[in-house]
């Protein structure tokens, strides 16, 4: 799940390589005020180059098979389960919440991969009513692109 994060310094994952930022800035534990980590300070262009390579991976993306993606799913999911208490422990420091809550927000995104991988595979066309009876009108699903959330 770690990408091959080699690297103690600061950096974003983008186009499947860590890629540093010339500054840093620092995460504190709300409960605590101590340091936890150093995070990088990204810039336009590095938001720019993360919508670039999301853009163009999303090509491949479309075309793979939906049960491929549902099995990318579920290997989500089961790293996330592998790294639970890690992970939990982090989010714990990060927003000074007790552990029991994080480690249920961990689970709740390993569920969250979980529902996806079975979501995909009941996403279809519908086949709607058309005036003309010799002509069939269909629906399909396709990607609407790249976007960015900030939560």
Do not use: H
């Not at 927003?95 to 809550?101: I, M, R």
């Amino acid at each position: 799940m770690d990408g091959g994060y080699t690297t103690n310094a600061p950096a974003n994952f983008i186009g499947g390589t860590w890629q540093t930022e010339p500054d840093t800035m620092p995460a504190f534990n709300p409960a605590t005020g101590e340091t936890i980590a150093q995070l990088p300070r990204s810039s336009r262009e590095t938001v720019q180059r993360a919508v670039a390579a999301a853009k163009a991976a999303a090509p491949a993306w479309a075309d793979m098979p939906v049960f491929k993606r549902a099995d990318i799913c579920v290997a989500m999911a089961s790293a996330i389960d592998a790294a639970r208490e890690k992970i939990a422990r982090i989010l714990s420091a990060e927003q000074g919440k007790v552990l029991a809550e994080a480690m249920g927000e961990v689970r709740k995104a390993a569920d969250g991969f979980r529902l996806a991988s079975e979501l995909v595979k009941q996403l279809g066309g519908q086949t709607l009513p058309a005036e003309d009876p010799t002509k069939l009108v269909m629906t399909i699903r396709q990607p609407r692109g790249v976007y960015g959330v900030i939560t």
